[in-house]
């Protein structure tokens, strides 16, 4: 069949045996047209504490004890942890909440959802379009499917979210794990352009929650709407304690207050927590910094307009593309003056969340100079 089409087959190869692998490599290479190699591996071969382990055979795994294959560190709660028992707790109040994933059940928090209700979980593969496509025709029986997926994989699957669930009007919520920037996982798997792309689907609200408690919230917000797609967004790693709001306006909470403000800084989801300690920073020098977190980030609220409207100039602080995201939106609706604080549009250098977060600005130090150059300017 493959001669037929002009191919050359190679194998199956035994992907564990260097040799083989290496000779079909070089007829391949000496072909001089189309070859396909077929190579077998098993995932974790060789290594007993991967090819023990039940769940994934550590297809993701952090820094590990070689000998056992245990842990250096203890990880604390994740923001995924937040998502995936609220979501239990929402499968077990309402059984029109269903769920889909693309491959990816564990990483994204739906395995004890999938364990609870075995029949209201759908893993389609790695195929993100056919998911979202199948979200809106489920959505269209009455079922309120939330889609899990990480944010980055948003990409492949924006027509689908577009045509087949905001242009007809379908209750589906997406949540988007390891949305911002994730570092190890590398400049693919940064989840930087969600929001710049959201922007743009009619209709679509988008929730970027600040800590644990903000996740369950907005998640059961979020299945509560059944007139339009929206998105649930948060970022990967550790969450850390509740971030209370002095007070709330209109759906957008005050976490720190001014009475006259020189500056108000709008931090989006985890970039609250940053934003506030760079506010300390900022008013250590003699500055009114008001800090602002509006939840639901898209459309824009007009409530947070207002909030900003006494301040001498707003900075928006994402952890997304600056280019068409939520600053410039708020940019051009506003009469003050607007800093935009984000991701640069670029692919970015593999490192820790910490060394990328600081590499394009993003951490509190970075920010209170740059605020604080521009005040003093």
């Known amino acids: 069949m493959f001669e037929d089409l ?5 194998g199956p190869i035994d992907g564990h045996d260097l040799e083989a692998v290496e000779t079909a490599m070089t007829q391949a290479r000496s072909f001089g047209g189309v070859v396909l190699v077929h190579v077998l591996t098993e995932k974790g071969h060789g290594y007993d504490p991967a090819t023990e382990d039940e769940a ?22 994740s923001w995924t942890d937040e998502f995936s028992e609220e979501m239990v707790a929402l499968g077990h109040e309402r059984r029109d909440v269903v769920a889909i994933t693309a491959s990816m059940l564990m990483p994204v928090g739906l395995k004890s959802f999938a364990e609870t209700f075995p029949h209201r979980v759908f893993d389609v593969g790695i195929a993100e379009q056919h998911a ?8 269209f029986t009455g079922l309120h499917p939330v889609v899990a997926i990480y944010a980055t994989f948003l990409n492949r699957a924006f027509d689908q979210l577009l045509m087949d669930c905001a242009l007809h009007g379908q209750g589906v919520t997406f949540v988007l794990d390891r949305s911002g920037v994730t570092g190890t996982d590398g400049a693919s798997h940064n989840g930087m352009w969600d929001l710049a792309i959201s922007g743009i689907v009619p209709g679509l609200r988008v929730a970027a929650p600040r800590d644990g408690a903000q996740v369950r ?5 979020s299945v509560d709407i059944d007139d339009g797609p929206s998105v649930v967004r948060f970022p990967q790693g550790s969450v850390k304690a509740p971030i209370v709001a002095h007070r709330q306006v209109d759906g957008v909470d005050v976490l720190r207050e001014a009475a006259t403000p020189d500056v108000t800084l709008i931090g989006l989801g985890s970039m609250a927590e940053v934003a506030l300690a760079a506010a300390e920073k900022v008013a250590a020098e003699g500055y009114e910094v008001q800090v602002l977190d509006p939840r639901w980030v898209l459309p824009i609220n007009p409530a947070l307009l207002q909030l900003a409207g006494d301040s001498k100039a707003v900075a928006v602080i994402e952890d997304g593309v600056v280019n068409g995201g939520v600053g410039q939106r708020i940019a051009d609706s506003s009469d003050r003056a607007v800093w935009c604080y984000g ?6 250098d593999h490192g820790s969340r910490n060394q990328v977060l600081d590499h394009v600005g993003l951490t509190s130090d970075r920010l209170a100079d740059s605020l604080l150059q521009r005040l003093n300017g």
Request: neutral net charge; aromatic residues 6%; glycine residues 10%.
């Open 6 to 10: 002009g191919l050359k087959y190679l």
């Open 56 to 77: 994934d055979r550590f297809h993701a795994v952090g820094v590990i004890n070689p000998e056992t294959g245990l842990p250096l560190e203890v990880s604390g709660r």
């Open 132 to 139: 979202v496509t199948m979200a809106a025709g489920l959505s």
């Open 217 to 221: 919230r907005a998640l059961r917000e």
């Open 343 to 348: 991701i640069p549009n670029e692919f970015l």
